[in-house]
Nanobody, 121 residues
Framework: QVQLVESGGGLVQAGGSLRLSCAAS????????MGWFRQAPGKEREFVAV???????IYSDSVKGRFTISRDNAKNMVYLQMNSLKPEDTAVYYC???????????????WGQGTRVTVSS
């Protein structure tokens, strides 16, 4: 059973940056594909980025060029560097672990509790 804990959310002005972290325990991070999702108020959870075991990365079109996902297997950590933030990036961000490479939230077995990001205009 993998436990995931996100941190790093907060309030930032448009154009600013935040770095989200996801700490994994109870399992070996290198065994999993790791993804970030977000859910804005009144909207469905949406895919943000995923990084494979071999560190291939896929991004949603809405964040491509602004966000960077990375992983440090030795530290059991996953990160999401978010630059040039926009008000529409406001959401709760979730870290998740999966066995296979997928953008679909139902493909993920383990989820963190989320960290809130608010971008003011």
């Amino acid at each position: 059973q993998v436990q995931l804990v996100e941190s790093g959310g907060g309030l930032v002005q448009a154009g600013g940056s935040l770095r989200l972290s996801c700490a994994a325990s109870g399992g070996t991070l290198s065994s999993y594909v790791m993804g970030w999702f977000r859910q804005a108020p009144g909207k469905e959870r949406e895919f943000v980025a995923v990084i494979s075991r071999s560190e291939s990365m896929i991004y949603s079109d809405s964040v491509k060029g602004r966000f960077t996902i990375s992983r440090d297997n030795a530290k059991n950590m996953v990160y999401l560097q978010m630059n040039s933030l926009k008000p529409e990036d406001t959401a709760v961000y979730y870290c998740a672990a999966a066995r296979g490479l997928t953008r679909q939230h139902y493909g993920y077995d383990y989820w963190g509790q989320g960290t809130r990001v608010t971008v003011s205009s």
